[in-house]
């Protein structure tokens, strides 16, 4: 007969999922799933297309909300059951699949933990990622492009819809920028602590003589506003310009000028778009970025918290917030949060959890006066 006791950590769990329950509050969410669900069934729902697809988007981000919560208890349960099992029966793989459940819900309450942090008033909403070139020549715009593959890795591995937007590529290699949407349930909330300039140092690729090179890339991420916070933009503050959409090189990709530019001419705010083929959608697609980025300086400014959430970001020495270094050792540091792991592969694959849970923490500390 064992003796498996892992009744202290169990009861931790227990008491920290009580109180997530408490924030979250299940009878709130389950009734906004009510009366989400009676509106996706209206017969003539999709008669306004973009209103139906925002009702049957937030009727899954709840659903999922809830069911991820219903999975977590349920998982307790069974661990309990499992543990007595493996002490009954002295089963030593039953007891090593206990403590690998355990570890596993440790991890998933530690997730939901961050998750009730993120209340602030654009926290719940998707994000738009914008990814820049900054100092450093070739090596900036290949990192660029790397720390677009890693956002996007990250998407796919917790399995949120992401959609590019635009890319502008560099001549010799990489990236000059990229703009991309996350939809998924706290997107905006999430990805904001990863804002600010990131800095790489490595033996440079594009160097002859393998000198070291440090070079930067700025991101910038904004809430996608709700089409119900509408913002008024006159005709004659933009200019619309159609283009060709590219890849790599310079190929063509679109037969057609399908691809556009909006300027904001009185703040200078530029969106691009050519995911899409047709310029229609591709204008619709950019607009709804665009607002989103004027309704956010706007608010910004009624509040006096301007830069606040974009910030000012230059992408140069002197105001990085995450060092990846892979010369002369291998290493990737927050240097607001001070977390840091040793493998900055699995960063670039998409392993970006613990920089963004330790941001969260990080950004609700009280501030000292």
Known sequence: MLDLDLSAQIASIRATFQDIREVVDLDALRADIADLSAQAGVPDLWDDTEKAQEITSALSHRQSELARI???????????????????????????????ELADLQKQIGSLEVQTLLNGEYDPLPAVVTIRAGAGGVDAADFADMLFRMYLRWAEQHKYKATVLDTSYAEEAGIKSATFEIDAPYAFGTLSVEAGTHRLVRMSPFNSAGKRQTSFAAVEVVPLMAETEEVDIPDNDIRVDVFRSSGPGGQSVNTTDSAVRITHLPTGIVVSCQNEKSQIQNRAAAMRVLKSRLLLVQREQENAKKKELAGNITASWGDQ?????????????????????????????????????????????????
């Open 321 to 369: 917030m995450r060092s990846y270094v892979l010369a002369p050792y291998q290493m990737v540091k927050d240097l607001r949060t001070d977390f840091e792991v040793n493998n900055p592969q699995n960063v670039f694959d998409g392993d970006l959890d613990g920089f963004i849970a330790a941001g969260i923490r990080w950004r609700k500390q009280p501030v000292d006066n």
């Open 70 to 100: 219903v999975a977590i208890e349920q998982q307790l349960d069974d661990l309990e059951v499992l543990i007595e099992l493996a002490n009954a029966e002295g089963d030593e793989d039953s007891a090593a699949e206990a403590r690998t």
